[in-house]
């Protein structure tokens, strides 16, 4: 399996440009996660699917923030108008569920740097 | 809500020694799921290792391997023989599972940046 994959890898935008970046899972996993890492906030969740419903997206910042898994394959996170307090570095993850604990080991992506002037 | 602590910014080894990093987390759950994550400059999040809060014995992981002090609510990383490759960002997180009313959340520590020197 090729893991998570996620594109960009990098993107440099200008203020009130849309973004959208873009997740595939490993397949068979059944849930899917965004988080947000940033020097002064460090990992946040921003939302997470399982079998593409959205379950939890009360660590989306804001309005200009949403996210999408049209089918098991694919998500997007959209920002639109970006601003430079947008700037980190997204990632995608993705996990089965451990039937037998109740727990699941997390696969990230590689992530994607977001840079908006 | 739960929250994890590392409380060592950045730390140094040399090669091929030993080093113990430190996460402490709070919560008021009796079962739960520690991880270390390792972040190389690649910037891919890797899974180091995993514990159960449930199960006394720590785990191990290779030249990894914890100690995991339930009371204490302490969960530090044992990494022996260090190697230049393990040089990285490494984070504590904590999940409270599913099947105790947990929401498949990851929280994480704020890191700790090791380096691995020659």
């Known amino acids: 399996d090729a893991g998570v994959i996620q594109s960009p890898r990098h993107e440099v935008t200008e203020m009130g440009q849309e973004v959208t970046l873009r997740c595939k899972p490993i397949s068979g996993h059944d849930y899917l996660f965004w988080y947000r890492q940033t020097m002064m906030r460090g990992l946040e969740l921003l939302i997470y699917?399982?079998?593409?419903?959205?379950?939890?997206d009360s660590g989306m910042p804001e309005d200009r923030f949403s996210a999408k898994m049209p089918n098991a394959s694919f998500s997007t996170l959209k920002i639109q108008p970006s601003e430079p307090r947008d700037s980190a570095v997204y990632f995608c993850?993705?996990?089965?569920?451990?039937?037998?604990?109740?727990?699941?080991?997390?696969?990230f992506g590689a992530g994607s740097r977001l840079t908006v002037l | 809500a739960q929250t994890v602590t590392q409380s060592q910014p950045e730390m140094s080894v040399q090669e091929a020694e030993t080093v113990t990093l430190s996460c402490t987390y709070d919560t008021s759950e009796s079962n739960y799921y520690l991880f270390w994550y390792k972040q190389p400059p690649s910037r891919q999040m890797i899974l180091v290792i995993r514990?159960?809060?449930?199960?006394?014995q720590n785990a191990t992981e290779n030249r990894f391997s914890v100690n995991f002090q339930k009371a204490a609510k302490s969960f530090s990383l044992k990494i022996s023989d260090s190697q230049l490759g393990d040089t990285a960002m490494y984070f504590c997180a904590f999940m409270k599972p599913i099947t105790q009313g947990g929401s498949e959340k990851l929280v994480f520590g704020k890191g700790t940046k090791l380096t691995v020197n020659p």
């Open positions: 699917f399982n079998n593409n419903v959205p379950i939890d």
């Open positions: 514990q159960e809060a449930y199960k006394q």
């Open positions: 993850a993705s996990s089965p569920r451990d039937r037998v604990s109740g727990a699941n080991v997390l696969t």
